[in-house]
């Protein structure tokens, strides 16, 4: 059985560029979280996709969108990098929407500068 | 606004002591889930606690939760150095379209030789 995989591990842009992170989910999950986690903070929830359809999302602009494929593998885009996106990228993925049990990928470790 | 609030934020230990990590929360929910994060590390799932009273052992950790207090516990017996991580307790509310998942702070746990 695959774990949840990520990619790229670390990434630098500059202010104002924009990103795309990769998550692959664990075989048999169909919903994939999106998490960023800030130095010395807990995970912020950024939206949550299930079957490809947005399911949640917590309180990040429109910057911040995502996208899920057909084989439930997920992107995160985030335009218009500001400084305080500098953070730990985590995508989590679980067997169907809503309350169960995540299993986290490595995260990808973003630095805007 | 949902809030989840750990307690202590940083606990230092002697190993082979007991003691209890809490988390409150200030809305309606009853399902709320335990995390271990070692430094530079992504989250490992512990405990899922799905109703009002569940309580969840594995080795030296037991988890509870009262959803009428709105208040989970993380119990640690007879610590061991390998505990030493940080400790997050997350709470999941909504519904289809709505759901969020919002974390604690963390407590950062140091058992001590």
């Known amino acids: 059985e695959t774990g949840v995989t990520q990619s790229p591990t670390h990434l630098i842009k500059t202010r104002g560029q924009q990103v795309t992170l990769r998550c692959s989910s664990q075989s048999g999950h169909n919903t994939v979280s999106w998490y960023q986690q800030a130095l010395g903070q807990g995970p912020q929830f950024i939206f949550q996709y299930y079957r490809e359809e947005e399911n949640g999302r917590g309180n990040f602009p429109p910057r911040f969108s995502g996208l899920q494929f057909p084989n439930y593998s997920s992107e995160l885009n985030v335009n218009a990098l500001e400084l305080d996106d500098s953070a730990l990228y985590l995508c989590?993925?679980?067997?169907?929407?809503?309350?169960?049990?995540?299993?986290f990928g490595p995260g990808t470790r973003l630095t805007v500068t | 606004e949902l809030k989840v609030e750990q307690n202590p934020l940083f606990l230092s230990m002697q190993e082979g002591k007991n003691y209890t990590i809490y988390c409150n929360y200030s809305t309606t929910s009853d399902r709320l889930y335990w995390y271990r994060q070692d430094p530079g590390k992504s989250l490992e799932s512990l405990f899922v606690?799905?109703?009002?009273?569940a309580v969840k052992q594995e080795g030296r950790l037991m988890a509870s939760l009262d959803t009428k207090a709105r208040l989970s516990t993380l119990h640690i017996t007879a610590a061991v150095h390998d505990l030493s991580a940080t400790y997050f307790c997350?709470?999941?509310?909504?519904?289809?379209?709505?759901?969020?998942?919002?974390f604690g702070t963390g407590t950062r746990l140091k058992v001590l030789a």
């Open positions: 997350a709470v999941w509310m909504g519904n289809s379209g709505t759901y969020k998942y919002i």
């Open positions: 606690l799905l109703s009002n009273g």
């Open positions: 989590a993925s679980s067997r169907g929407q809503g309350p169960y049990e995540q299993y």
